[in-house]
């Protein structure tokens, strides 16, 4: 099976630490932060790093680089949780509902996994020790983060541009809205060798040749070209569109018309002389057009987003309380916070919960049945 949802999102994965000395409470997870009402706990920011240790050693990071590059990212990875938690609860409160997006990704993740149901996919999750409701959670927060975003940050933006300012923009980053230009060319190549001046005699001819009246360019080629699998295709290159077509070759060719035959060419190796057999020329999609207008939107926003983006998130932080534990109060991170009791979650501390909560129900049906 394929590795199920593992580029999907970062899951918070269950680490456990023992304590050295038998009998103690095994520590199964903790609180490290609060965003408001809502924890964040040590496996989730253990996950994150884990993904983005990963990422540095892709990058061919290693030893003491590597390990100076990921503690520099401790503060961002808790950060960005922080963030994400903020963002998903602007969405409550802006109703925002994500239920439909997490729902089509849990679809998209069964046919993938050619999974029939979701009661298949809670029981794969669980083989390789996921819980569903965990990924429920963590892609209604991933969702509801850029619902946030482009609701009250990159739709205000493109609200507000001008149509100047998209014009401007069209005008400066046009190349990004062409299609580019098709030419289907035949050449005939002499090569350079060890003499030069021969070589270019050589090419000199054949284009001589080629500009006749009734010149045969694809039996010439057969005949003078130096590049054997083109020269027995009648220097046939085939089909190419402009931007994979060398600077120097391109230059030449369209200017050309269909039939006609460029000036010899210098290249590495040797002479070209080029045939175009066929030209499509590049069309630019016009401002007006929709797809474009909507292209440049997003391009300008993009732009403008992050500075935006950093103001409102700290206007969140601001109006926030946000609480951390020791230890993860890191100096340059964004956030500044109050510092909460450090109280792990342990299995002992687990049990004894549920106990007093079960006491606490049985006292009150008594009250209740002696009322």
């Known amino acids: 099976m394929k590795r199920l949802f593992a580029l999907l999102f970062v899951l918070p994965m269950l680490s456990a630490a023992t304590f050295a000395q038998e009998g103690e409470a095994r520590l199964i997870d903790e609180v490290i932060a609060r965003v408001n009402a809502t924890p964040i706990m040590r496996s989730a920011f253990e996950a994150a790093q884990k993904d983005y240790l990963e990422e540095l050693k892709k990058q061919g990071l290693k030893g003491d680089e590597l390990e100076k590059k990921f503690n520099e990212l401790k503060a961002r990875i808790l950060d960005n949780l922080i963030d994400t938690q903020l963002l998903a609860q602007r969405a409550k409160d802006l109703s925002i509902n994500v239920e439909p997006q997490v729902n089509e990704q849990l679809v998209r993740i069964m046919k993938e996994n050619n ?4 009661e298949d996919l809670e029981q794969k999750m ?3 020790g996921v819980d569903i409701n965990e990924v429920r959670r963590n892609l209604g927060d991933n969702f509801a983060r850029q619902a946030v975003m482009y609701r009250e940050v990159y739709g205000k933006i493109m609200y507000n541009l001008t149509e100047k300012e998209k014009r401007e923009h069209y005008e400066k980053n046009k190349q990004y809205f062409a299609t580019p230009g098709e030419f289907t060319l035949s050449h005939i190549f002499v090569a350079l060798g060890k003499d030069a001046e021969a070589a270019q005699k050589k090419v000199q001819d054949a284009l001589t040749q080629t500009r006749a009246a009734d010149a045969d360019f694809a039996a010439l080629a057969k005949r003078l070209s130096e590049d054997a699998p083109t020269a027995k295709e009648g220097g046939k290159i085939g089909l190419l569109k402009s931007n994979e077509i060398a600077p120097e070759v391109l230059a030449a060719v369209e200017k050309l018309k269909e039939g006609e035959v460029s000036e010899p060419i210098k290249l590495n ?3 070209s002389i080029f045939r175009v057999d066929a030209k499509k020329d590049a069309i630019t999609k016009p401002f007006e057009d929709q797809e474009v207008q909507e292209a440049v939107a ?6 403008r987003a992050e500075k935006n983006m950093d103001g ?15 230890g993860y109060q890191f100096a340059d991170s964004k956030v500044k ?3 909460i009791k450090h109280t792990p ?7 004894k919960k549920k106990k007093e909560k079960k006491e606490a129900e049985k006292k009150a049906a008594e009250t209740a049945k002696s009322n």
């Open 337 to 339: 916070s109050a510092q």
């Open 298 to 303: 997003r391009s300008l926003a993009g732009e």
């Open 115 to 118: 999974i029939q149901s979701l």
């Open 269 to 271: 190796n040797g002479f």
């Open 126 to 128: 669980r083989e390789v």
């Open 345 to 351: 979650y342990s299995e002992d501390s687990g049990k």
């Open 312 to 326: 409102y998130l700290d206007k969140l932080r601001i109006d926030a309380f946000i609480e951390l534990a020791p």
